[in-house]
């Protein structure tokens, strides 16, 4: 019998200062920036509000309201704690952004670890260049997200990560709330969900409406 041999994965390479900039990813610096200690202030009050790891929906009013970015940087903030770790997942099917944003040249991700029942789930979880933060690409872009969110190997995925990784932290970054059921579907696999409105953008109306897409609690 033959036996399978696999080369050892490359360490990951840290990006610098200005490569995070490039990316739309905080990071910390000597002087103090609003947006570092806007995006610690909310990783704060989501580790005061849920026990333990937990997985967040980061979910926009509308589309192009900041959703990613949110995302994006929620996670790298939690990153920033050495004993945590933090894994983003792109489910925005329609209009995946986070590889081209973070340059991360991948042709699988999530879409394809749910379509395949043998998929190995290390096989498209990737680095970042960030310590302490991964990220699970969208993969092949769909029209329609609800099935695969509602699906048990999606669950699986998240049993998964909880199993192996008891300190990481999971952020969906999630499609808008208006338009399709999906955001709404994904907030059922998570344990609190952090709703973005553009600014100038979601009137306060549109913002109350897409809440109420939400349990409460």
Do not use: W
Not at 89 to 102: E, F
């Amino acid at each position: 019998t033959s036996q399978r041999r696999t080369a050892p994965a490359p360490a990951p390479v840290t990006l610098t200062p200005s490569q995070l900039e490039e990316r739309a990813i905080i990071h910390p610096t000597a002087v103090p920036r609003p947006e570092v200690d806007a995006f610690r202030e909310l990783r704060t009050r989501l580790l005061a509000a849920v026990e333990g790891s937990f997985v967040a929906l980061v979910a926009p009013v509308s589309s192009g309201s900041g959703g990613s970015f949110v995302a994006r940087n929620l996670a790298t903030a939690l990153a920033f704690d050495d004993t945590k770790s933090a894994l983003l997942v792109d489910c925005d099917l329609r209009h995946p952004s986070q590889h081209v944003t973070m340059k991360i040249d991948t042709p699988t991700g999530l879409v394809e670890y749910l379509e395949d029942p043998e998929g190995d789930l290390s096989d498209v979880i990737y680095e970042t260049g960030v310590q302490g933060l991964r990220l699970i690409p969208a993969g092949t872009s769909r029209e329609i997200g609800a099935e695969y969110f509602s699906s048990a190997r999606m669950r699986l995925l998240l049993d998964s990560i909880r199993s192996r990784h008891p300190n990481c932290y999971v952020f969906l970054d999630g499609p808008p709330v208006r338009g399709t059921p999906d955001a709404r579907i994904l907030a059922d696999i998570a344990d609190v969900v952090v709703l973005v409105a553009g600014y100038g953008r979601d009137t306060a109306p549109s913002i109350a409406q897409a809440a109420a897409n939400f349990e409460p609690d």
